[in-house]
């Protein structure tokens, strides 16, 4: 009788070890392990790097919308201003309303605002930009757009002049110093009509907030100078609001309309006005990791028709191993082996280059743009400047269990059919 041995024993090893090397007799088999290994390696490759770039991609994207806009927007409530049709939002009591939304648990601060679209205009350019009207000390504290790292100038000279984003002065070809005219076509009325407002403002600033259409679109302008040039003397248009933690935004909510009472606003919150975008994101990272988890699934594939060769290459051998003692139990463990080894390694070295894409993906892709020609990222379709990749132990583990789980589990049918094998059958023509 056959004498049982412990489960992986060091001589299983060592045959599945034998049987896994490139040999001159099975160079079929060897041909199909290194088809197999490779096919692991860059699925588990693809879904690690497709993983890192959508959560970098998110990341920036949200973090460039917290970063730059306000976390929850106080609106006023529309009204009709008196003996006219025209239907308008204003604060006119705004000072204490930020005070009070200011003094809620959670936020940062609460800060008056006037907006207003115009045209800027520097000699024969021109661009529509949209006006931010704030106190310089509100300004100072927006993480990118006071960022020294990429801004250009002084901001604390706000109250002097105008601060562009890095757009807007490539459109219009200007640098600090320059001087910027603004056009309003809503400006005094007189008898001839209404005739445009135009101001002309020195650039102090120059911002970069990492989105193409924040930088392209948004200058700053004191909120006094704001008020007088839209004619909102004594008003604000909206307060924008920061939090202590924009990702839970949802939970500030009862406490600002507590503060504010019974004012007549409206709350607006960052993922109101970004949530359709989000959760487009959300539904193409799923389905892009049960595409590419398809991918893996097919890559474990081959495992099993290397296996099959390697079985039915290796019948005698099998033949001469259960007539020398050796349990069912035994070969179904070397040829499982020798199909996870595979799967093993191959996950292995596809989370190696998953991580290596990852944390070199600058360069790679900047030799990737170099060798195209240029033009592979358009930032104004984009939104963002570059091809971000975050990488997340959750991904991580996500993509080695799956691989690990499909190579495995595929690994076990040509095993036990290599385990089954009768002994008898596979000697009767040696």
């Known amino acids: 009788m056959a004498r049982r041995t412990a489960p992986f024993a060091p001589f299983e090893w060592m045959i599945a070890w034998r049987y896994l090397r490139a040999r001159r007799a099975t160079g079929g088999v060897s041909v199909m392990t290194w088809i197999s290994l490779v096919g692991v390696t860059l699925a588990v490759f693809a879904l690690i790097a497709t993983l890192a770039v959508r959560a970098g991609f998110r990341a920036e994207f949200v973090d460039t919308i917290v970063g730059a806009n306000a976390h929850v927007t106080v609106y006023p409530v529309p ?99 320059d001087m910027i005219r603004i056009i309003s ?75 504010a009472g019974e004012t007549g606003v409206q709350l607006w919150t960052w993922r109101d006005s970004a949530g359709g975008f989000l959760r487009a994101l959300t539904v193409e990272d799923n389905v892009m990791f049960v595409i590419l988890s ?43 082996l020798c199909g996870a080894s595979i799967g093993t390694i191959g996950t292995i070295l596809g989370v190696a280059l998953g991580i290596a894409f990852a944390t070199w993906i600058d360069p790679i892709f900047s030799l990737v743009n170099y060798v195209s020609g240029g033009g592979v990222w358009d930032p104004s379709i984009r939104g963002i400047y570059a091809l971000p990749a975050e990488l997340r132990g959750a991904d991580i583990l996500k993509a080695v269990s799956l691989s690990l789980l499909l190579s495995w589990v595929v690994t076990i049918l040509p095993a036990r059919r290599a385990a089954r094998m009768n002994p008898v059958e596979a000697l009767r023509y040696e």
């Open 185 to 259: 076509p809503n400006g005094a009325r007189t008898p001839m009509g209404t005739s445009p407002r135009v101001s002309a403002y020195e650039v102090v600033y120059v911002f970069s907030a990492g989105r193409y259409d924040i930088d392209r679109t948004r200058v700053y302008l004191p909120l006094a100078e704001a008020q007088s040039f839209f004619n909102k003397d004594g008003v604000a248009d909206e307060i924008e609001v920061m939090v202590e933690d924009p990702d839970e935004v949802e939970r500030y909510l009862p406490a600002l309309a507590a503060a």
């Open 294 to 336: 398809i991918l893996v699934l097919i890559a474990s594939l081959n495992i099993i028709s290397g296996l099959i060769m390697l079985v039915k290459n290796k019948g005698r051998d099998i033949g001469i191993l259960r007539t020398m003692g050796l349990t069912e139990g035994s070969v179904l463990r070397i040829f499982f």
């Open 79 to 177: 009204e009709v201003v008196p003996g006219t049709e025209v239907i308008v939002r204003r604060l006119t009591d705004y000072a204490p309303l930020a005070e009070a939304l200011a003094a809620a648990p959670g936020v940062v601060r609460a800060a008056p605002m006037v907006r207003g679209q115009v045209m800027a205009n520097n000699g024969q350019a021109n661009a529509g930009v949209e006006v931010y009207g704030m106190a310089l000390e509100d300004v100072a504290r927006i993480p990118r757009i006071a960022d020294p790292e990429t801004g250009i100038g002084d901001l604390s000279r706000l109250d002097e002049g105008i601060a562009i984003g890095s757009g807007v002065a490539r459109e219009l070809n200007l640098g600090v110093g």
